[in-house]
C-alpha cells in the first residue's frame, strides 16, 4: 500500500546529500577504486575519531563485526558467552559460530541487558558478555564493566543500533574490548547495501580482525596469517558512509527532535510506555522509536490503516525458533516486549507534520479504544 509516513525512506534520504553522493560514485567509478583503497581508509579513521578509539575496522556486516571480536579477543571451544534474550539473532549466532555456549539472560525495562540477571549467569565457563545497545539507547556500561573487571571477562559490545549514543560522555562501541557496528541500510548510519564494523583500543585484536576479513591475508606484504573469512567492507561503501559519517550529528539532533515530539504528543495516552527514562547518565540517539502497549497488534492494524508504516522487531524471539536449540524459559521481560512493542516511523527524512500525523493517528486510536 501507498503510505503517508513511512518508516524509513532510503530515497528521500538520498537526495538530502545527493551531489555528495554521486561525486563519490564517479570518482571511485572512473578510478576503478572499488576494493580496499583510500576511502575505505579514510572512513575507517573517521569511524574511530567519532567513536573515541584508536582503531576502526571496516567489515561487511555487523554479524562479522560481532564474530570476529570473539574470535580475535580468543573465545575457544566451551567458552561461555552471556547473550541478552532480547536482540536480533545475530549476537548469539556470533558466539554459536566462535563454538563457545551462548547463555541467555533477559532484559530490563528499558529493552537492554538485565545487570542482576547478567551477574547471577555467571559461572566458572563464563568468558564474555555481549551487552547490546538496543534502539539508540546505551546499555549500562559503568555496571557491566564493574561486574566485567570482577569476572575477568571480555566484554564486545553489540552497538550496531547506536552509533552516536553515550553513558557519562563515553560513546557507544569505545567501552569494551571492541564495539560493534552494522551498517545495513536502516541503521542510523545506513549503506546502500550491508557493512559493518569494529572499534577497539587493543591493536592485537585490531590487526587481527584486519587479517581476518581478508582470508587471512596481509594486503602489504601478501603474507598469510590465519584461515580467514572474506568480509571486507568494500570501498563504494565506505565512501558513502564516510559521507554521512558527517552529517551524523545533525541527523541525531534531527531524531532526538522527533522524539520529544513524541513525547510531548503521547505522554498519558492509553496504556502506552514510551522510551524515555530518568537517569540523566544516557544519551539516546532513538535508532527505533519503540513503544509498548497492550493492544500493540490491534494499533498496529490501525496505524497501517490510516497510513503509517510500522515495525515490530521479533513477535517471536529469537530463542523460541526450534532449529537454534536455544534454552527457551525465564524470560518474563523478553516476552512481554515480544507482545507489546510497536516501532513508529523515527528517520531524518520526516516532517514535523509527519511526526504530528503520527501521533494524532495514535490519539485517535485510542478513542476509539478506549
Given amino acids: 500500500m501507498s503510505y503517508k509516513v513511512r518508516f524509513v525512506d532510503p530515497g528521500k534520504n538520498y537526495q538530502l546529500i545527493k551531489e555528495e553522493i554521486d561525486a563519490a560514485y564517479f570518482e571511485i567509478m572512473s578510478k576503478g577504486e572499488l576494493i580496499y583503497r583510500s576511502h575505505l581508509k579514510n572512513f575507517e579513521k573517521h569511524l574511530a575519531e567519532f567513536v573515541g578509539t584508536k ?210 504528543g503521547l505522554d498519558g495516552v492509553g496504556d502506552l510506555a514510551l522510551p524515555h527514562y530518568s537517569d540523566k547518565r544516557f544519551f539516546d540517539v532513538y535508532q527505533n522509536y519503540v513503544v509498548r502497549t497492550k493492544k500493540r497488534d490491534a494499533a498496529v492494524k490501525w496505524l497501517k490503516e490510516n497510513g503509517v508504516e510500522t515495525l515490530v522487531h521479533w513477535r517471536k524471539p529469537y530463542y523460541r525458533h526450534e532449529g537454534l536449540q536455544l534454552e527457551k524459559e525465564g524470560f518474563t521481560e523478553t516476552e512481554a516486549i515480544s507482545a507489546e512493542s510497536i516501532s513508529l516511523p523515527m528517520n531524518v527524512e520526516m516532517s514535523n507534520e509527519d511526526a504530528q500525523y503520527v501521533i494524532e493517528t495514535l490519539r485517535s486510536f485510542y478513542k476509539q479504544n478506549g
Fill in 55 to 264: 582503531y576502526a575496522v571496516g567489515l561487511n556486516s555487523g554479524y562479522h563485526a560481532l564474530a570476529l571480536s570473539l574470535i580475535a579477543a580468543g573465545i575457544k571451544d566451551g567458552d561461555e558467552v552471556i547473550v541478552p534474550a532480547h536482540t536480533f539473532v545475530a549476537t548469539c549466532s556470533a558466539a554459536v559460530h566462535a563454538n563457545a555456549k551462548p547463555v541467555l539472560v533477559d532484559v530490563d525495562r528499558d529493552f537492554n541487558i538485565d545487570i542482576k540477571k547478567f551477574k547471577a549467569a555467571i559461572t566458572k565457563k563464563t568468558r564474555a558478555v555481549i551487552p547490546v545497545h538496543l534502539n539508540g539507547r546505551m546499555a549500562d556500561m559503568d555496571a557491566v564493566m564493574e561486574i566485567a573487571k570482577e569476572h575477568d571477562l571480555i566484554v564486545i559490545e553489540d552497538a550496531c543500533q547506536s552509533l552516536g549514543a553515550h553513558l557519562n560522555g563515553r560513546k557507544a562501541g569505545s567501552i569494551g574490548h571492541t564495539g560493534c557496528w552494522s551498517f545495513y541500510p536502516f541503521k542510523i548510519l545506513g549503506g546502500y547495501g550491508d557493512g559493518g564494523a569494529l572499534t577497539t583500543n587493543d591493536p592485537e585484536i585490531a590487526r587481527k580482525a584486519s587479517l581476518l576479513r581478508f582470508n587471512g591475508e596481509d594486503r602489504e606484504t601478501g603474507e598469510y596469517h590465519y584461515h580467514g573469512y572474506t568480509c571486507l567492507l568494500d570501498n563504494m561503501q565506505a565512501a558513502f558512509l564516510d559521507i554521512k559519517l558527517r552529517h551524523l550529528p545533525e541527523w541525531i539532533k534531527r531524531r532526538r527532535a522527533i522524539a520529544d515530539m513524541y513525547l510531548k
